[in-house]
């Protein structure tokens, strides 16, 4: 049985990691550090940044992002796939990075909000939250708008949603309803209700990229 | 969270092995369920198989078949275009589940290996004989509006929550699978559930360490006139209260056969097969769709909550086989 190349260096016992020296360092020990753990050499990218961990087998990619890449832009709501708040993009993919453990994204390219930008030139969907005043309090603002980006494309693909009269047909941007925007953003809730003006921020980076 | 060791198969017949020689270990795809069970320690494995990327993520296409690797995602098989051409049933089944990152994530495997979600199951301060067996089952005398009516017993009445095998029970396809010792064998779709009887915690047909490998759709014309509808407490991110998977050929206004799955109401995805065997050779009529329902639900046993399941589900049924008699083939 071979596990991987290295097996031998990549399951080398170790005492707990600098993911516990990190934690503690921060002041902000959330989950039990046991004596010892098996920690997982794991590498991957976060918004072009290649960062090489070594971390505990149970360390979800969302406290790996927060608690020990530092970037608490991606937030914690439910912490068990209810909610969306901890949305980010996988390999052009949205999905939610509470039930991803950190170990399993070896070689993955992850965006956060924080890659989102260029420079100080915010992405058009982070403009057109702020020019639509989609959001109140902010918590699940950066999962929404992970999620607008990946839902736009997804609409340019073509490809269907629940709500779509009929699956074999390919959808249209220019033609798009806003129950068709509200179903394929129903993965991310918010507690404000800020929904309707959501619905109008994708709406316009829809209208927008259409006229360009 | 329990600890466990994390181990990264490197190819298919590796992920197998490490399974043999560890009784406690289990297989992480897209982990929607095994991470989120982790959490809540329903579910303890002592080592963690990561199978996601050994290049099972590919649908192949031919005339005769679609081979469906275990590790495409909902999203993948839902939004392929030929998916959607041939077994438009499976295409809507699947985008009425959960919400496009939890479809991302989520791999075709896993979803029919896909736990209960009853919260009896997911609370391990409750009794529940499905995650510790001989322990009782607490949702027989507590709140199961949620729960099965189809294929309980005194046992269990766990509901089956997935959506994608409501409609993948009616398409007749094989579940392939590599066992430890290196052997491999296909299990038709509709014998891999176990409804609950006396031993709610056995629920596939599956042995330890035995990987699904890939699935085959075969060829089905008729399903090209076919449908998923689902029924729900809330229009999207939901479980089914109650679902119908229907087929439906015809030949003019007469039935030559029709195909029936159910969701929300069973212990496992159902096949109503009496009710299609009635339908066969009748007018496609809402009086004659009303009769399948009827004997669809024939022997439904519903609990304190759930009895409107029964009545829900037969006219979810109806509608269904009325809105496929529509569709424009």
Same mark, same amino acid.
């Given at each position: 049985?071979?596990?991987?190349? +290295? ?34 050499? +794991? ?17 979800t990619l969302l406290d790996a992002l927060r608690d020990v890449l530092g970037l608490t832009g991606t937030k914690k709501g439910c912490d068990q796939g209810a909610c969306g708040a901890c949305t980010v993009i996988i390999e052009g993919q949205r999905v939610l990075s509470c039930l991803t453990l950190a170990a399993a994204c070896e070689g993955q390219h992850v965006v956060t909000i924080e890659g989102l930008a260029t420079g100080d030139e915010l992405h058009p ?44 047909? +390919? ?42 | ?209 035995? !990987? ?7 060829? !089905? ?95 979810t049924i109806v509608r269904a086989f009325a809105t496929a008699r529509g569709v424009n083939v």
């Open positions: 049985m071979c596990i991987s190349g +290295t097996s031998a260096l990549r399951w080398s016992r170790v005492f707990a990691t600098e993911l516990a020296t990190s934690r503690a360092r921060k002041g902000r020990i959330n989950i039990p550090i046991v004596d010892e753990v098996i920690a997982v050499n +794991t590498t991957f990218r976060v918004n072009d940044t290649t960062h090489e961990l070594s971390i505990d087998p149970r360390l969907m982070q403009a057109a939250f702020l020019h639509c005043d989609g959001f109140q309090c902010g918590y699940c603002t950066p999962g929404q708008i992970l999620s607008a980006v990946c839902a736009v494309q997804e609409v340019h693909a073509g490809v269907p949603s629940h709500v779509t009269p009929d699956v074999r047909n +390919t959808v249209d941007s220019a033609t798009l309803t806003d129950e068709e925007i509200r179903e394929r953003m129903s993965g991310n809730l918010c507690r404000c209700a800020a929904y309707p003006n959501i619905v109008a921020a994708v709406r316009q980076v829809l209208a927008n990229e259409a006229r360009s | 969270m329990k600890d466990f060791t994390f181990q990264r198969a490197a190819a298919v017949d590796d992920a197998a092995g490490a399974m043999a020689v560890h009784p406690g270990a289990m297989f992480l795809a897209g982990g929607t369920t095994l991470v989120d069970l982790m959490k809540v320690d329903v579910l303890t494995p002592d080592t963690v198989v990561d199978v996601r990327h050994l290049g099972m993520s590919n649908i192949d296409v031919s005339d005769d078949a679609i081979v469906v690797g275990a590790a495409v995602t909902n999203s993948q098989l839902a939004w392929h275009p030929v998916v959607r051409d041939r077994f438009p049933v499976l295409s809507e089944a699947i985008l009425s589940g959960a919400t496009t990152q939890i479809r991302n994530m989520a791999t075709v495997a896993g979803n029919i290996l896909q736990r209960t979600r009853c919260p009896y199951f997911r609370d391990v301060h409750a009794s529940c004989n499905r995650r510790q067996p001989g322990s009782g089952c607490d949702a027989l005398e507590g709140f199961n509006r949620g729960h099965a009516v189809l294929g309980v017993s005194e046992h269990c009445i766990a509901t089956h929550p997935s959506d994608m095998c409501v409609a993948m029970v009616v398409l007749d396809p094989e579940v392939h699978t590599l066992r430890p010792d290196g052997t491999t064998r296909s299990i038709p779709f509709v014998e891999f559930h176990r409804a609950p009887g006396d031993t709610p915690h056995v629920e596939v047909a599956l042995a330890h360490g035995e !990987l699904i490998t890939h699935i085959v759709l075969p060829h !089905l014309p008729a399903a090209r006139r076919s449908h998923y509808l689902k029924v729900r407490d809330r229009a999207s991110y939901e479980f089914a209260l109650a679902s119908a998977a229907v087929v439906l050929d015809l030949d003019g206004d007469t039935i030559r056969s029709a195909r029936l799955g159910l969701g929300g109401i069973a212990t496992k995805p159902w096949r109503a097969v009496e009710a299609e065997h009635f339908l066969t050779g009748r007018r496609a009529s809402d009086d004659t769709f009303r009769d399948a329902a009827e004997i669809a639900l024939t022997g439904a046993v519903a609990r304190e909550h759930n009895h409107f399941k029964i009545e829900l589900a037969k006219r």
